[in-house]
């Protein structure tokens, strides 16, 4: 899959040189370098879609905004938020694995369970699971993703690192728990973790799951990490400087416009 993705994109990358300008949903400070490579880049980013339109025509599900109340009523940093994505697929096994891990760290958690995230079928968690976290845990379907990272109660986001998720996780000052599935996310879990620093990334064992424990103890040490957590604000000031007026991604855009 990962060498298909590599030659659809690389035969993409071919009609660059036809355009004369390339927007992109980045802002010039996130790195500088991939902008020196790409000469007609132009980044205006990062985008969003908070406070300006209820609903996204872009959504595969109905969001679920009942999560915000929920959110509401949670200790400031406390929860932990989980999203996927919307290709993601994992073993019965693994959504176990992901629903106990949960369990163990005794944490309030949102957690984005799509109806058909394993294969096809719908998620089944171990016996007594839901009974045991009920009064700490909200399941939904799809949420308003924006907002629950803005919301003050978020303290941590598990994230498969898409690119867009990856974004408005920076933007909000969210630290990252990453869990990758193909494509560019690897490529951007080796940003979040080694050059912005900004979360960790989760290890599967040798049968190629991310058990309980391993889930539990990233929470645990991402949590307490006062460097992550300063490198992530750190960050969201940056982004959020980009688009403001007299910021990079703001120039580029209002140059733009300005040309055409």
């Known amino acids: 899959m990962q060498k298909l993705l590599f030659a659809y994109v690389s035969t993409a990358a071919k009609t660059f040189k036809f355009a004369e300008q390339i927007l992109c949903n980045s802002f010039h400070e996130l790195d500088p370098s991939a902008m020196k490579l790409i000469p007609k880049a132009l980044p205006i980013g990062p985008f969003s879609t908070t406070n300006h339109f209820e609903t ?91 907002k629950v990272l803005a919301h003050p109660s978020v303290s941590c986001f598990v994230s498969h690192c898409g690119w867009n998720s990856t974004l408005e996780g920076l933007t909000m000052g969210v630290p990252f728990l ?27 064992d040798e049968n190629g799951i991310i058990t309980r424990n391993e889930l539990s103890s990233k929470i645990n040490t991402l949590l307490s990490s006062d460097e992550i957590k300063a490198n992530s604000f750190q960050l969201k000031g940056v982004a959020r400087k980009s688009v403001a007026e007299g910021g990079s991604s703001f120039k580029n855009f209002k140059g733009f416009i300005d040309q055409i």
């Not at 799509?114 to 399941?139: H, Y």
């Not at 990758?180 to 599967?204: M, S």
């Open 56 to 146: 996204f025509a872009g959504n595969l599900w109905p969001e679920d905004s009942t999560c915000l109340n929920w959110l509401d009523k949670q200790t400031p940093g406390s929860v932990i938020y989980i999203a996927l994505g919307s290709t993601t697929m994992l073993s019965p096994n693994q959504v176990g694995e992901l629903a106990l891990g949960l369990e163990l760290t005794t944490l309030p958690f949102l957690w984005v369970v799509r109806s058909n995230m394993t294969d096809g079928s719908t998620a089944e968690f171990p016996k007594g699971f839901m009974e045991k976290v009920a009064d700490r845990a909200k399941l939904v379907q799809w949420a308003p993703q924006e």
């Open 178 to 204: 990453c869990w990758p599935y193909f494509a560019d996310q690897f490529h951007n879990r080796t940003y979040i973790c080694d050059v912005w620093k900004i979360g960790l990334g989760l290890e599967k």
